[in-house]
C-alpha cells in the first residue's frame, strides 16, 4: 500500500560530504540542507531509494539500470577519500524496468564482473554517492585490498535503484519513466523514495571548466522558481540554447520526479540555492499530499 512516500532534488557536488571537506569549498548553506534533507527523509522511513543520476552507466537511447546486486565506489577529494558499498534492489529494479518498458520508455538492464547477477557490481559515480552519503549510507567502509567490505547486515541502509538517462531520448520520455517509477512503486507496496540527483548551471564563473555564460543565472532562477511553485514538470519546455549555455546536468532527472508527481501528488520545499563555485546547486523536498 505505501509505494512513493517522499522525494527530493539533491545536489552531487561532493566537497558538501564532511569527510572530504572542511568548509564545503563553500557550500555549507547546501550541507546543511542536505542534512535537513536526510533528517526529513529519514522521517519518511523509506525502504528503498531509487536514485537518477546523469553521471552513472549510460547507454545510447535508453534509461539504463543497474542489473546488480551491490554498488560500489570511492571518492577522492584533496587527499581525503570515502567509499560506498551498497545493495541494489532487484525486485524494484525488475519492477520499474517492466513499468516503463510497458509505457515505451525504453529501458537497457547494465551489469559488470560476474555472470550471475548475485555476483555483479555497478561503479557508484559521484551523482550517487553523494546524496547517499546523506541517505542512511554515510559511513567510511574499510577496504581490503582493491575490495570494498559491505557494510553490517544490521547497518546496511536502504537498498538503492540506479537509472541513468541517455539524453537522446526525447524529455518526454523522463515524465513517462517517472510514472513507471511510481506505479512499480505502488505495486511493489514498500515505502519508496525517488531522489533526482542533479548540479544545475556549470557556468557561473569564468574561471571554471565551462567558462561563463550568463544564462547561467537566467536558467537556474527559472529551475528554483519552478521547484518553488511545485511545478517541475515545467521545466520540460526550457529552451534547448539555455539548456547548453548553462550547462545543467539536472533536467532530466527533476523531470522523473514530475512524471512521478502526476501519479502521486506531493508538496514540495527549497531548502537551499546557492552557486558558491561555477556551478548552482539545489536542495528540494517533496512529500506526498496524502498520508502513505
Not at 520499474?96 to 548475485?118: E, H, K, M, S, W
Not at 550517487?128 to 549510507?137: E, I, N, Q, R, S
Request: glycine fraction near 8%; hydrophobic fraction near 45%.
Amino acid at each position: 500500500m505505501a509505494g512513493l512516500v517522499f522525494a527530493a532534488v539533491a545536489p552531487h557536488g561532493f566537497p558538501i560530504i564532511p569527510d572530504l571537506s572542511e568548509d564545503a569549498e563553500g557550500a555549507l548553506a547546501t550541507r546543511a540542507a542536505m542534512q535537513e534533507l536526510g533528517r526529513r527523509c529519514a522521517a519518511a522511513r523509506p525502504e528503498v531509494l531509487v536514485i537518477a543520476t546523469p553521471h552513472g552507466v549510460r547507454v545510447d537511447k535508453t534509461i539504463c539500470l543497474a542489473h546488480v546486486a551491490r554498488g560500489a565506489g570511492t571518492l577522492r577529494w584533496h587527499g581525503r577519500q570515502v567509499e560506498m558499498n551498497v545493495p541494489v534492489d532487484s525486485r524494484l529494479t525488475d519492477a520499474i524496468a517492466t513499468a516503463a518498458q510497458d509505457l515505451g520508455v525504453p529501458i537497457a538492464l547494465a551489469a559488470f564482473a560476474g555472470n550471475r547477477r548475485d555476483q555483479s557490481v555497478i561503479p557508484l559515480d559521484w551523482g550517487t554517492m553523494t546524496p547517499l552519503w546523506f541517505l542512511g549510507h554515510g559511513r567510511n567502509l574499510v577496504g581490503h585490498g582493491d575490495v570494498l567490505a559491505p557494510p553490517p547486515a544490521e547497518d546496511l541502509g536502504p537498498s538503492v535503484v540506479i537509472a541513468t538517462p541517455s539524453r537522446q531520448l526525447p524529455r518526454s520520455s523522463m515524465l513517462v519513466f517517472g510514472e513507471a517509477v511510481a506505479e512499480a512503486a505502488a505495486r511493489d507496496g514498500r515505502r519508496v523514495a525517488f531522489i533526482a540527483s542533479c548540479d544545475w548551471a556549470h557556468t557561473h564563473r569564468a574561471d571554471g571548466p565551462y567558462g561563463f555564460h550568463p544564462d547561467a543565472a537566467v536558467v537556474d532562477e527559472l529551475v528554483v522558481a519552478a521547484l518553488r511553485d511545485n511545478d517541475p514538470g515545467r521545466l520540460i519546455d526550457l529552451p534547448e540554447e539555455q539548456v547548453a549555455n548553462a550547462a545543467i546536468d539536472g533536467l532530466w532527472q527533476t523531470l522523473m520526479l514530475a512524471g512521478a508527481m502526476r501519479r502521486v501528488p506531493m508538496r514540495g520545499e527549497v531548502l537551499c540555492y546557492e552557486a558558491p563555485s561555477y556551478y548552482g546547486m539545489i536542495v528540494a523536498t517533496f512529500e506526498p499530499l496524502r498520508s502513505a
